[in-house]
């Protein structure tokens, strides 16, 4: 039998403990639509009074907190709230709604910028207090879309990056359980209250990979974390670089009746939906991110998105996944977004997330962490001209840069483009920036054949010789790179020759559909025409 596994870490509080393992960063709720946590958009939304009733509900429970508290504990607990008070964060804040930023994201982006500054403090006490700042900022946060920060069960030894102290404070320790970050500081909020509750912490581990509720030990004493058989240390910082090669490619290949290798995805609205990637399926070609992401508190939620993500990357184990960045505005608004004018504006997709920069770094932040934990790529929505990747690509840089900075583990995944422009479609040779392409049928038969919404399906038929010739043409402007197809078409077997004809190999289809094609498949040969004896 294996060893359990030592890890050498620093003490921030002595004593021993020994219990579950809470993974602070694990998902809870992963799927947005219809979590019992969700909250109304009426709750997330709101102009400056609703910004002050969130900080007013976060003051009042950290009032509730500190009543019965020890001088330490109150002292922490009056910090938080005088932070909450200081008129600087409340007009810095809303400066940024004045200049048309939505309150969650102005609140965001102001505390942020604190957290950035005590981050790149020199002295070690400063740098300590940036999880302060961090747990205002959630606290708001969760106040503003009706989601509190939850308790973990007693007897858990907490696993993470950092902890705030309001959940240290708010935590019943009377039942045991321990303290193991990854990062953290001796002269934190946190370590002072754990050595002045005889709470047995460590600090310093580094990353580690550990399950939900697995066995861990805590030696306060010695400084070590002790895990079980089969745990492992993960790198502390991954390089923000591309990977070389097709990431897109990997086991669960069929081929035609004459033999060419053809690989079959699925397409996920919902992260519970990956439990239809079954060892016969290459992966999620599609995972459409704004059916997770529900709500403006949603998209400013960077811990939210990267659990999400996290999910489903490591449920798909070494298989690839794809997810597209948020695809709203036009006929998908984000809840909270409705009222502002650039979504009155017609802006969608790419288009949106570049004029709206504050969602998109949030989201690139989530993802670039998230690359850590599988074979990620991310897929831009709506790309109409070269130049948006390279926008988007520098975000994704400047991102990747921050992250460095604050040593958060993260990896620059490829960063590709779906096809449904009929522009964009007839000019891919120009999207050089591009690491991989993916046909969007739906949106792409909805502009080629000037339909609206609400007559797509019927136009859909008609247009579809149009539309592939279309893919057949812009196939070969490829220029080698990975290509896919993920709409309504290549769930359909009536077009599955053409789409060969065409020269696609590489398909993505809801769950449902994946054995139709599959069987469609193999009846075909790679040139779309029908096998003997078919």
Same mark, same amino acid.
């Given at each position: 039998?294996a060893?359990?596994?030592?890890?050498?870490?620093?003490?921030?509080s002595?004593?021993?403990?020994?219990?579950?393992?809470?993974?602070?960063?694990e998902?809870?709720a992963?799927?947005?639509a219809?979590r019992p946590?969700a909250?109304p958009?009426?709750r997330?939304?709101?102009?400056y009074?609703?910004?002050?009733?969130?900080?007013?509900i976060?003051i009042?429970?950290?009032e509730?907190?500190?009543?019965?508290?020890?001088?330490?504990?109150?002292?922490?607990i009056?910090f938080?709230?005088e932070?909450?008070?200081?008129?600087?964060?409340?007009?810095?804040?809303g400066?940024?709604?004045?200049?048309d930023e939505?309150?969650?994201?102005?609140?965001?982006?102001?505390?942020?910028?604190?957290i950035?500054?005590?981050?790149?403090?020199?002295?070690?006490?400063m740098?300590a207090r940036?999880v302060?700042?961090?747990?205002?900022?959630?606290?708001?946060?969760?106040?503003?879309?009706?989601?509190p920060?939850?308790?973990?069960?007693?007897?858990?030894?907490f696993v993470?990056?950092?902890?705030?102290?309001?959940?240290?404070?708010a935590?019943?320790w009377?039942k045991?359980?321990?303290?193991?970050?990854?990062?953290?500081?001796?002269a934190?909020?946190?370590?002072l209250?754990?050595?002045?509750k005889?709470?047995?912490m460590v600090?310093?581990?580094?990353?580690?990979?550990?399950g939900d509720?697995?066995p861990?030990?805590?030696?306060?004493?010695?400084?070590?974390?002790?895990?079980?058989a089969?745990?492992?240390?993960?790198?502390?910082?991954?390089?923000?670089?591309?990977?070389?090669g097709?990431?897109?490619?990997?086991?669960?290949?069929?081929?035609?009746a004459?033999?060419?290798?053809?690989?079959?995805?699925i397409?996920?609205?919902d992260?519970?939906?990956?439990? /239809? +990637?079954?060892?016969?399926?290459?992966?999620? %070609?599609? !995972?459409?991110?704004?059916?997770?992401? $529900?709500?403006?508190? #949603? =998209?400013?939620?960077?811990?939210?998105?990267l659990?999400?993500?996290?999910s489903?990357?490591?449920?798909?184990?070494?298989?690839?996944?794809?997810?597209?960045?948020?695809?709203?505005?036009?006929?998908?608004?984000?809840?909270?977004?409705?009222?502002?004018?650039?979504l009155?504006?017609?802006?969608?997709?790419?288009?949106?997330?570049?004029?709206?920069p504050?969602?998109?770094?949030?989201q690139a932040?989530?993802?670039?962490r998230?690359?850590v934990?599988?074979r990620?790529?991310v897929?831009?929505?709506?790309?109409t001209?070269?130049?948006?990747?390279?926008?988007m690509?520098?975000?994704?840089r400047?991102e990747?840069e921050?992250?460095g900075?604050r /040593? +958060?583990?993260?990896?620059?995944?490829?960063i %590709?483009? !779906?096809v449904?422009?009929?522009s964009? $479609?007839?000019?891919l #040779? =120009?999207?050089?920036?591009?690491?991989?392409?993916s046909f969007?049928?739906?949106?792409?038969?909805q502009?080629?054949?000037?339909?609206t919404?609400?007559d797509i399906?019927a136009?859909?038929?008609?247009?579809?010789?149009?539309?592939?010739?279309?893919?057949?043409?812009?196939?070969?402007l490829?220029?080698?790179k990975?290509?896919?197809?993920?709409?309504?078409?290549a769930?359909?077997p009536?077009?599955?020759?053409?789409?060969?004809?065409?020269?696609?190999?590489?398909?993505s289809?809801?769950?449902?559909r994946?054995?139709?094609?599959r069987s469609a498949?193999?009846?075909?040969?790679?040139?779309?025409?029908r096998a003997?004896?078919?």
């Amino acid at each position: 039998m294996a060893e359990p596994l030592r890890l050498k870490a620093k003490s921030a509080s002595p004593g021993i403990a020994s219990g579950p393992a809470f993974l602070a960063e694990e998902p809870k709720a992963p799927s947005a639509a219809g979590r019992p946590d969700a909250a109304p958009a009426s709750r997330a939304v709101g102009g400056y009074g609703a910004l002050e009733k969130a900080i007013d509900i976060s003051i009042g429970e950290l009032e509730h907190l500190a009543d019965g508290a020890d001088a330490e504990s109150r002292d922490i607990i009056d910090f938080q709230i005088e932070v909450l008070r200081d008129p600087t964060i409340a007009e810095a804040t809303g400066a940024r709604m004045e200049a048309d930023e939505n309150v969650v994201f102005a609140w965001v982006a102001t505390l942020d910028a604190y957290i950035g500054e005590l981050e790149a403090a020199d002295e070690e006490q400063m740098r300590a207090r940036a999880v302060d700042i961090l747990d205002i900022k959630n606290r708001v946060l969760g106040a503003l879309a009706g989601t509190p920060i939850a308790d973990f069960p007693p007897g858990s030894v907490f696993v993470g990056k950092d902890m705030e102290p309001s959940r240290f404070l708010a935590h019943d320790w009377s039942k045991g359980g321990g303290i193991a970050l990854f990062a953290g500081s001796t002269a934190g909020h946190v370590a002072l209250l754990a050595r002045a509750k005889s709470v047995p912490m460590v600090i310093g581990t580094g990353r580690f990979s550990a399950g939900d509720g697995d066995p861990v030990s805590v030696d306060g004493n010695a400084g070590a974390v002790i895990l079980q058989a089969g745990s492992m240390l993960i790198p502390p910082l991954v390089p923000a670089q591309e990977p070389a090669g097709d990431t897109q490619t990997i086991g669960g290949e069929l081929r035609t009746a004459d033999g060419v290798p053809i690989l079959l995805s699925i397409n996920i609205n919902d992260p519970a939906e990956i439990d /239809a +990637l079954d060892p016969a399926t290459a992966g999620v %070609g599609l !995972m459409r991110s704004e059916f997770s992401v $529900a709500s403006v508190a #949603d =998209a400013a939620n960077e811990e939210r998105q990267l659990a999400i993500y996290r999910s489903v990357l490591e449920q798909a184990g070494d298989r690839p996944v794809t997810i597209r960045m948020l695809d709203i505005g036009g006929d998908k608004p984000l809840a909270g977004l409705e009222d502002l004018p650039v979504l009155a504006s017609g802006l969608r997709g790419i288009r949106l997330l570049l004029a709206r920069p504050e969602i998109a770094r949030v989201q690139a932040r989530a993802l670039l962490r998230a690359a850590v934990f599988g074979r990620l790529s991310v897929m831009l929505p709506m790309v109409t001209f070269p130049d948006e990747i390279d926008r988007m690509r520098e975000l994704f840089r400047e991102e990747a840069e921050k992250l460095g900075r604050r /040593a +958060l583990p993260h990896r620059m995944p490829p960063i %590709g483009m !779906m096809v449904e422009v009929p522009s964009a $479609a007839l000019m891919l #040779d =120009a999207f050089g920036a591009a690491a991989f392409f993916s046909f969007g049928t739906n949106d792409l038969t909805q502009y080629l054949a000037a339909s609206t919404r609400d007559d797509i399906d019927a136009d859909a038929g008609k247009a579809a010789p149009a539309v592939l010739r279309l893919l057949a043409q812009a196939v070969k402007l490829t220029a080698g790179k990975p290509v896919s197809i993920c709409g309504d078409m290549a769930g359909n077997p009536h077009y599955l020759p053409g789409l060969l004809a065409a020269g696609l190999r590489h398909f993505s289809v809801a769950p449902a559909r994946r054995p139709a094609i599959r069987s469609a498949i193999i009846g075909l040969n790679a040139d779309g025409t029908r096998a003997a004896g078919e």
